[in-house]
């Protein structure tokens, strides 16, 4: 046979792993990430709540966070990890990076989105009386979700290779697996076999997101 | 219903000050058609954009239905704006709603119930006449057919003053003139006060029962529409006029006879139904060589002018006081001599 060399138990809970990592942190990227990427819009210059020391500081810490490297993050985030989630190992451990490092990537995607609304439907809707969270609700992310959704998905799709990098350093997952499993004990077929379904989930992520940014864009 | 008194507002920049609104008086009665018309940067945008408070003055009072809205809470502008529609040149639908679901963002916003919201979006889909694009996203819709969905959606809460800024300018001719009659049929229908702005006179002259015009900020000059359109005062005022009135060439393209004077005539709605002419020529002796004529109308009724040629020798006078009691203005253009 040709895939002889692979445990299925082990190569199947280690997909189970990526994505429950990739999953759990989407959603909290989803949920910062959107947070964050409002307050960088709505403080900038000439917007709702024009705010400049909120918006610098927000603007750079996204920058900043942005530019370190993955892996190194990682290593900068051990003793915190350690001390929130009490172990470097298994699916929870590379949560924290996870989640740190895709916002800032996330947030500026979503600010950028926010910014393609056109300035005349904010207009039209505080000439009805709207408020700033009627306005945010029922315009801001509406007219920009087309964006907001293929972000996300660009996103995901990083955080999937992110959560494999992470798998070198502990953390569980089909990274962690090729890594121990293929790489140091020198079984190629481990390590094609975790390529495959890694591009498979990357696949899925993708074919998803674009399903549903066209769906909802009515722009033409 | 709507009286400015002497509002200003500066746009402040670290190196410019930008005066667009200066010291305007304005006062608009209930069911007007108010039209404001100037040039380019003018700040006709800047002054209703005063009305609803999408701007705030540095000075001057705005008040509308007797409430002072300078002064208004943050609570109180907002419900304030809910009875104050307004309809955009690039008309501002939100592309992701259909047009039932545009129309039912205001009603959202005041809080109807769903079934109030959609209950009265269907019947401002049938006054604007687009009941069979319910369910069509406004990409789909003409120019025509957004203001349309805009026009309703500003009057879903009922409001008293409807604001249009340049409502007609992205528009062709022909759609137009369809707006207009819309805007027209709410203003009669509903009696709906509207504030409208514009650069082109015949938007005012097609529509508007008062107009007000603006240069560098300033009202230089406001009132009937038949009277502005008649007897324009200000310099700018008769530009306007002319580009829209008179093809003012007449005296380049006639041939100068010296024996020959050109006089102008401006009749207004009532003369016009009087045989005037044939007056002039049978009871004053006028011999009349007519040069140009047009009559139009202005807000249902007809205002025209009559450039007529005539022996220069000929004595005005009483045909001056005739023409005074018929309510007709009499003006020499070019005396030959
Ligand atoms: N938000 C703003 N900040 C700074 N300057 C402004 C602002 N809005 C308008 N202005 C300036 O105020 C002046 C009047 O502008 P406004 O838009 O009211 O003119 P307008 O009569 O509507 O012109 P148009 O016919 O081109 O729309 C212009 O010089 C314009 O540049
Ligand atoms: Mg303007």
Redesign the pocket.
């Known amino acids: 046979m040709m895939l002889d060399n692979i445990v299925w138990d082990r190569m199947l809970n280690s997909v189970n792993e990526t994505l429950y990592m990739s999953f759990f942190s989407v959603i909290v990227i989803f949920i910062l990430g959107l947070t964050v990427g409002l307050s960088l819009y709505l403080t900038d210059e000439d917007r709702l709540i024009e705010n400049k020391g909120i918006y610098r500081l927000l603007s750079i810490t996204v920058d900043l966070l942005r530019s370190i490297p993955f892996i190194i993050l990682l290593i900068l985030l051990v003793p915190f990890t350690k001390l929130i989630m009490g172990t470097m190992l298994g699916k929870t451990a590379a949560l924290p990076a996870l989640i740190i490092g895709g916002t800032p990537f996330y947030a500026r995607m979503v600010e950028i989105s926010l910014r393609e609304v056109d300035k005349g439907t904010i207009e039209a809707s505080q000439s009805m009386g709207a408020s700033l969270i009627q306005i945010i609700r029922k315009v801001l992310i509406k007219e920009s979700l087309p964006g907001i959704i293929s972000g996300i998905t660009v996103t995901a799709i990083s955080i999937v290779s992110y959560s494999a990098m992470a798998g070198v350093i502990g953390a569980g997952g089909l990274g962690n697996y090729a890594y121990l499993y293929g790489f140091q004990r020198n079984n190629q077929q481990v390590v094609v076999v975790s390529t495959v379904f890694i591009l498979l989930i990357v696949l899925v992520i993708q074919k998803v997101g674009n399903y549903y940014t066209q769906k909802i864009d009515h722009r033409k | 219903m709507i009286k400015l008194t002497k509002v200003n507002k500066t746009?402040k920049?670290k190196t410019t000050h930008?005066n667009?609104?200066v010291n305007v008086d304005l006062e608009v009665e209930k069911a007007d058609i108010f039209g404001i018309v100037?040039?380019?940067?003018?700040?006709?945008?800047?002054?209703i954009r005063l009305l609803n408070r999408l701007e705030t003055p540095d000075s001057g009072q705005i008040q509308i239905s007797g409430v002072n809205i300078t002064k208004l809470t943050k609570e109180e502008l907002r419900h304030f704006r809910m009875q104050t529609g307004m309809i955009f040149q690039h008309f501002n639908l939100l592309w992701s709603r259909t047009v039932l679901q545009n129309i039912m963002l205001p009603l959202e916003i005041t809080g109807c119930s769903k079934t109030e919201q959609i209950k009265r979006a269907r019947e401002l889909l049938k006054l604007v006449d687009l009941e069979d694009k319910a369910h069509v996203y406004p990409s789909e819709l003409s120019g025509g057919q957004k203001q349309r969905v805009g026009i309703a959606r500003a009057l879903a809460n009922k409001p008293e003053v409807l604001l249009c800024d340049?409502a007609t300018s992205a528009l062709d001719p022909k759609t137009t003139d369809n707006i207009l009659s819309l805007l027209m049929k709410i203003n009669k229908e509903l009696d709906i006060t509207i504030v409208l702005?514009t650069?082109e006179m015949n938007v005012i002259r097609k529509i508007c029962n008062r107009v007000a015009v603006?240069n560098n900020?300033e009202v230089i000059e406001q009132g009937d529409v038949q009277e502005i359109f008649n007897y324009p005062k200000h310099e700018i005022t008769k530009e306007f006029v002319a580009k829209e009135l008179v093809s003012e060439t007449y005296g380049t393209k006639f041939k100068k006879d010296h024996s020959k004077k050109l006089i102008k005539l401006v009749f207004t709605n009532d003369s016009t139904r009087i045989p005037l002419l044939r007056n002039l020529v049978v009871n004053y002796g006028l011999n009349p060589n007519i040069i140009e004529a047009k009559v139009r109308s202005v807000q249902e009724s007809q205002i025209g002018f009559l450039i007529v040629e005539i022996d220069s020798s000929f004595n005005l006078t009483e045909v001056r006081d005739y023409l005074k009691l018929q309510n007709v203005k009499l003006e020499v253009l070019n005396d030959a001599r």
Do not use: P, R
């Open positions: 746009f920049d930008i667009a609104v100037g040039s380019s940067g003018a700040g006709k945008s800047t002054l340049e702005i650069h603006m900020g």
